[in-house]
């Protein structure tokens, strides 16, 4: 039986926790209860579950669809809706650019303002339902492969994972990494087919797919046979057997006219598909591994972990143990919180196989045990095992803004700010490596990715930091088998594009050193593509010039593959530069002529230096010129009018098209107010 205690005043404190914005570095929303719960639940009721998937399979849409239907988020009333007015407090997940529908706010889980901004998820979150009277743990993952680090590191804290692939495009490269993590973990996986509403799913073709695909990564007969569902996320519905098509041609689920579609199929499975967390026993001394870390403005630090063993409770004094079973860190337990929902529940007391969030223990972080000292015997307590995560492929050097401009628009300038933040990013970020830079005032970070990289600086710049980035490179390593020799980062890289523009595309890959490993045409005159091509290959063509070559209709995904030996330098063919050769602010006067030289990445009315990269040059070699000058103004009249000035517009590109883009010899400069190009020490190309 719960025991309710209620406490005083509950609203003050949310509404402080709400005006203060507390981020959260992977936590849901930070809503105050109002009660304490005093039990402990029975493991038998406890199903821990992730929802792994690639890009755009809809995972976080499921899991929207999931939290309707338990009715753990509630339904917006029509003067709720009118009266609705979203905010991008770091404290909530109602963001100024969330959707509403059918009275329900969408994507609930993307509580980062960035993956509001780019519609992707970028950070592990959990959160929890009730469903006939057990408690459902659920974990939506990130489907980017750069993001890859988040899916396996929270894979230690559920028994079962909900793998859901699109009916149309079937496996792709990141089905195939986080299968291949859950399988690697002894997990059983449930299939979900999404999307299976479209009249263009493929079902049979992706069921054969996907077996194939269990068969290649090793699966147990246990695993491969899997319980499979087709879904519509969207419209709200699961059921076991294919949908069928309606008179008008839609494809509508199958269910009795009495019957009303819904997920219960998808609860039902998970309840019987998912093992209860029964082998961790109770009666043992506490332990938890943390996997994340949330923050909290009255409470600190927040570590997040499924409980291994042991009953914790408030005022328990807990350790911190490393890898190596060193201690780290200690302290007393402060406030234990599991959820419910999108909401924190404050507990007295937590079991094992609960997810839990522990404050009140200083000194710890992301990959740590936490443990009672007593009961463990003559050996003391050990350290969990923790997941071991797969090496970064990709390195940028990073220092700080030393422009004719820096402090113009940033708060944060010197090289230490820099590199205290990044250090504590680090604490968070299992995917980040941090090396010592080429100078005492640089650092040499290593990312899973461009986009790893790239969401890592967004987020310095909007909190007011200045850098100056160099280009990415390819992460090196020594062939162990010939001294002398080099292994670099191969990815295996797949292209869905239309067939016309397959040719250009297979084209701009084998020049990059791509070889391509299966080419398939379907009926629709689409093409699969994939090609295993060096990490370096994909850097500069990944940012925009892909989507050039298919005109928009195309996608491509990469995940690592292994490390190879070098295959040579790669010739990209990219121009020269246009480089101001004058600091003040560009003309509309200035610019018009300088357009026959190249594509301009300024306009009129912008603030430029020497040295800074205003355009691309049509030719290979650099340019100077001077985007400053300015009409000499008369006393005299002229009876002709002047001619009118026509310029086109910039190239605008974002963070991450221009770290692609960028030269050896030239730099990136990210301030709050603006990105911009420079080269290094004004050297020009010759």
């Not at 609203?11 to 926790?17: E, I, N, P, T």
């Not at 009672?372 to 990073?398: A, C, F, N, R, Y």
């Not at 005159?525 to 928009?552: Q, S």
């Not at 770290?659 to 190309?685: S, W």
């Amino acid at each position: 039986m719960l025991a309710f205690i209620p406490r005083t005043r509950p609203w003050l404190g949310c509404l402080r926790s709400m005006r203060a914005g507390a981020r959260g570095f992977s936590s849901t929303v930070r809503v105050c209860s109002d009660v304490v719960q005093e039990t402990l639940v029975p493991r038998e009721k406890i199903r821990n579950i992730a929802i792994i998937a690639h890009v755009d399979h809809g995972k976080t849409t499921l899991v929207d669809q999931l939290l309707r239907q338990s009715g753990t988020i509630k339904q917006l009333s029509a003067t709720e809706q009118a009266l609705f007015t979203p905010t991008s407090s770091a404290a909530s997940n109602i963001t100024a650019d969330s959707a509403i529908d059918n009275g329900f706010i969408t994507r609930v889980m993307d509580s980062n303002d960035l993956e509001r901004e780019r519609g992707i998820t970028i950070l592990s979150k959990c959160t929890s339902i009730i469903y006939n009277g057990n408690l459902i743990n659920i974990v939506d993952t990130p489907g980017h492969a750069d993001f890859g680090g988040e899916v396996e590191r929270v894979l230690s804290m559920v028994d079962g994972v909900a793998l859901v692939v699109d009916a149309t495009e079937g496996p792709m490269t990141q089905t195939r990494f986080v299968l291949s993590k859950a399988l690697s973990r002894g997990l059983r996986p449930l299939v979900v087919l999404n999307k299976a509403d479209r009249p263009t799913a493929r079902p049979a073709q992706v069921e054969s797919d996907l077996f194939d695909l269990f068969a290649i990564l090793g699966a147990t007969d246990e695993q491969a046979d899997y319980p499979l569902l087709y879904a519509s996320a969207k419209q709200g519905w699961a059921q076991p057997t294919p949908p069928t098509p309606s008179p008008s041609g839609d494809l509508v689920p199958s269910t009795s006219p009495t019957a009303t579609p819904s997920m219960a199929p998808l609860f039902d499975l998970i309840l019987t598909h998912v093992p209860p967390p029964m082998h961790l026993d109770r009666t043992r001394p506490f332990s938890m591994l943390t996997v994340q870390i949330e923050s909290d403005p009255y409470v600190g630090m927040l570590y997040v972990g499924r409980i291994h063993s042991g009953i914790l409770r408030v005022g328990d004094v807990l350790w911190a143990l490393d890898a190596e079973g060193q201690k780290v860190g200690e302290g007393k337990v402060k406030k234990i919180f599991a959820r419910k929902g999108l909401e924190r529940i404050e507990k007295d007391a937590a079991g094992a196989g609960e997810i839990v969030s522990v404050a009140g223990v200083k000194n710890a972080g992301v990959n740590v045990t936490l443990v009672q000292m007593e009961g463990w015997g003559e050996e003391g307590p050990k350290p969990l095992p923790s997941t071991p995560i797969d090496p970064p492929t990709i390195s940028i050097h990073v220092q700080a803004n030393d422009s004719p401009l820096a402090g113009t628009s940033g708060t944060k300038l010197t090289s230490q700010l820099i590199r205290e933040r990044i250090y504590k990013e680090a604490e968070t970020n299992v995917a980040l490596r941090i090396l010592p830079g080429p100078t005492s005032e640089s650092l040499e970070l290593r990312g899973r990715g461009v986009l790893h990289l790239g969401v890592l600086l967004e987020t310095l710049r909007r909190e007011g930091f200045e850098l100056a980035v160099g280009p990415p490179k390819a992460v090196m390593i020594p062939d162990p088998d010939a001294e002398g020799r080099m292994l670099e980062p191969i990815e295996e890289c797949t292209v869905l594009v239309r067939e016309e523009y397959a040719g250009a595309v297979v084209q701009k890959l084998t020049i990059r050193k791509g070889e391509m490993v299966s080419y398939e045409t379907d009926e629709e005159g689409w093409v699969k593509v994939v090609m295993d091509i060096p990490a370096r290959g994909l850097i500069g063509y990944m940012a925009g010039e892909f989507g050039n070559d298919v005109h928009g209709q195309g996608t491509i995904n990469h995940i690592f593959k292994a490390y190879m030996l070098y295959r040579g330098a790669i010739d990209t063919g990219r121009n020269g530069a246009l480089i101001s050769m004058a600091a003040g602010e560009t003309s509309g006067y200035a610019l018009a002529p300088l357009q026959a030289r190249g594509t301009m990445f300024v306009g009129p009315g912008e603030q430029v230096y020497p040295g800074m990269i205003i355009g691309e040059s049509s030719k290979p070699l650099d340019l100077h010129l001077n985007p400053c000058v300015k009409k000499q103004l008369t006393n005299i009249r002229s009876v002709i009018a002047d001619d009118k000035i026509v310029l086109s517009p910039p190239r605008a590109m974002s963070l991450e098209e221009m770290l692609a883009y960028v030269g050896d010899d030239e730099l990136v400069e990210v301030t709050p107010g603006r990105v911009r190009l420079r080269k290094v020490g004004g050297k020009r190309r010759r």
